[in-house]
């Protein structure tokens, strides 16, 4: 009923449950290694993604830039000409001006000379 001393008795760890154990743990390993795989694919997704937003948003920026550049140069064009045609017509007012001024500045000569020789006569 006690055995003998030389019997052999079952070790923990061997046999059918002690096959089990490694196997077990290469699979858990195996599984970790997918989790850490799909995780590295998450991240590599959503850094690229990012980076696909990020370029996005330069190239949108890169657009804007440009159009805004485009209707201020526009507007600068229309804000010049406007400007331009004021100095135009300012111009041609002030040349008006001074022609009358010379005219009336004519007629006061020919006046003074007029009355000088009434004068003298």
């Known amino acids: ?15 059918r449950l002690g ?7 290469e699979q858990e390993e195996l599984a970790d290694a997918r989790e ?17 937003q990020k370029t996005t948003k330069r190239e949108e920026a890169a657009r804007a830039e440009a159009s805004s550049s ?10 010049t000409a406007a400007w ?3 100095e135009r017509e300012r111009l ?5 001006e001074c022609e009358r001024l010379d005219r009336e ?4 000569q020919a006046a003074l000379g007029r009355a000088a020789a009434a004068v003298a006569d």
């Not at 485009?70 to 804000?79: L, P, Q, S």
């Open 105 to 108: 500045e004519d007629a006061r």
């Open 84 to 86: 331009n045609e004021r």
């Open 92 to 96: 041609e007012w002030c040349r008006e």
């Open 70 to 79: 485009d209707e201020f140069a526009a507007k600068r064009a229309a804000w």
């Open 36 to 52: 850490e795989e799909k995780a590295d694919r998450r991240r590599r997704r959503r850094r690229e993604k990012r980076q696909r």
């Open 1 to 15: 009923t006690g055995g003998s001393e030389t019997e052999e008795r079952p070790v923990p760890g061997e046999g």
């Open 19 to 25: 096959a089990e154990a490694p196997a077990k743990a």
